[in-house]
Structure formats: structure tokens, C-alpha cells
């Protein structure tokens, strides 16, 4: 199964959400659920943030290059709502977008869990796509 | 279960079963952008370090040790910008947590033959589950 998480674009400080399946980072999204639920992860399809901050700045490496690209983060949710980890599954090209990807994924806010709950973390899929205008 | 969080050669061990190191980097010229100077050079000890926090939850949660090597330009006020990620294994997982760790790191402005001069840098966060 493609990777199919909520998808962001930043184009320069131009904002869209889109639901558009990356080409570039093939993540078998099924695999990984079942990889983590059975980790002991909470898997939420319903899942959404709250809040989540500004969209990242464009990298002025990147800039100086004329390039863009795109990062697949696993965000991991705290039973509180907070972004407690975030990993790469995918970037292209490596190296020029994840450390501003990642700052911005990294105070997203998510509703806590409700208190009949078992507290577990969550698992939430995000794709920020930087493109140059 | 003890965790680490190691760079270089030196560690340094926190109260909170975390490890963070002191010493000096690698170098990845070939991997840099913009292949100016100053990476055969020691790196600058930053004026302060932030707290390397806890051991990624994701890597703790299936056992991953690795590193991370995050590159980055000081300039001539001692800000840190134009950051990269040059390396980093397993793929994905430490960058975050490295990311946070270098963007703690305060440095003076830099000076290079008696004037202010931008600087590349770049640092190796390790991480090393501990038994």
C-alpha cells in the first residue's frame, strides 16, 4: 500500500494541504502499523492535530540551490498530546529538508487521551513537500 | 533500561541515564553543499550546551543504536544556520533528536585570522543502548 498520510506543501511560504500520494517516498504505511501496533503503539486512524505551528521556512540552502523536495515523518504522540518523538521515513533528496521539517513537526499538539483510555503513544503520518516557485 | 546518548570519544553521564559527549566531530567535506573552508579545522566548543534529553522513543522502543551527523554554518555573530542533515544511521531515526541536541549549542562568533568569518561545522550525535 503507498504511503497516503496528510501531505503539506511549502512553496515558499505559500501554504496547501493535500492529500496527494508521495511518488518519491514509497512507505508501506500497513507494514509499519502493524510494526508498531504490535510495539505496543496506539494506531489511530482518526487521528488529527489540534494545533500545529507555522509552516517551515523554505531552507536557504535549498534556496541557493534551486531545489525542492519533500520529508515523510512518523510523528509518535504522547498520551498528554505532545509530539514526544519524530522519525524520517523518507527524504528527498537527504539532508537539505529534514532539520527544518522536523523543528516544525516537532510542536504539533494533539488532543490528549481520554482518561478510559490505556495510556499508549500514538502514531500520526505527516509529509511536508518543499517547493520552489 | 540505561540509555546513551554518546559524540566523539568523550561521554559524560546525566542523571537521567543519558549520555552526551564533549569532543570533537567528524568531517564531511564531500558531503557538504558548498565545499568551502574550514572543516579540517577543530571544532569550536560551543558556550553552552541544552540538555541531550531522553533516548528516542522510537529507537528505544525497538532496540536501534546509531548516529546522526548534522552540518552547519556559525557566522560571523555566532548564530547557527544552513543546517543539513550528512549522515545518519539507521536512516531517519536519530536526526530529531540530534537536530535538537546541536540546535542547544550557543558559540561565540568566530574568528579566523584576526577577523570575524563564518564557519562550517558539523557534529556526530552517537546513540548506545545501555545494558
Given amino acids: 500500500m503507498p504511503f497516503q498520510a496528510r501531505q503539506l506543501v511549502a512553496i515558499c511560504g505559500l501554504v496547501a494541504m493535500t492529500n496527494a500520494a508521495s511518488a518519491a517516498c514509497a512507505v508501506d504505511e500497513r507494514e509499519l502499523k502493524a510494526k508498531l501496533g504490535n510495539a505496543g503503539f496506539l494506531i489511530d486512524d482518526s487521528l488529527v492535530p489540534v494545533s500545529r505551528p507555522e509552516p517551515p521556512k523554505f531552507p536557504s540552502v535549498a534556496v541557493n540551490w534551486a531545489i525542492g523536495g519533500q520529508v515523510d515523518i512518523l510523528q509518535i504522540i504522547a498520551p498528554n498530546g505532545a509530539v514526544a518523538d519524530r522519525v524520517v521515513l523518507c527524504a528527498e533528496p537527504f539532508g537539505y529538508f529534514q532539520p527544518n521539517a522536523l523543528a516544525w513537526a516537532k510542536n504539533f499538539a494533539f488532543a490528549p487521551l481520554p482518561k478510559d483510555v490505556p495510556e499508549k503513544y500514538r502514531v500520526y503520518f505527516l509529509t511536508v513537500r518543499f517547493k520552489l516557485r | ?131
Fill in chain 2, 1 to 131: 533500561m540505561k540509555s546513551k546518548l554518546v559524540s566523539g570519544g568523550c561521554v559524560l553521564a546525566l542523571a537521567t541515564g543519558i549520555a552526551a559527549a564533549e569532543a570533537p566531530t567528524t568531517s564531511d567535506a564531500e558531503a557538504w553543499p558548498d565545499r568551502g573552508s574550514g572543516w579540517a579545522e577543530p571544532m569550536p566548543k560551543p558556550m553552552h550546551k541544552g540538555d541531550p534529553g531522553s533516548y528516542p522513543l522510537y529507537a528505544q522502543t525497538f532496540g536501534s543504536e546509531g548516529s546522526a551527523t548534522i552540518g552547519f554554518i556559525i557566522d560571523k555573530e555566532g548564530e547557527k544556520k544552513a543546517m543539513l542533515v550528512l549522515a545518519s544511521s539507521p536512516s531517519g531515526v536519530f536526526e530529531a533528536a540530534c537536530l535538537d541536541y546541536v540546535n542547544s549549542f550557543i558559540y561565540a562568533p568566530q574568528v579566523k585570522d584576526g577577523s570575524l568569518a563564518s564557519r562550517k561545522w558539523s557534529y556526530t550525535c552517537r546513540f548506545k543502548l545501555g545494558s
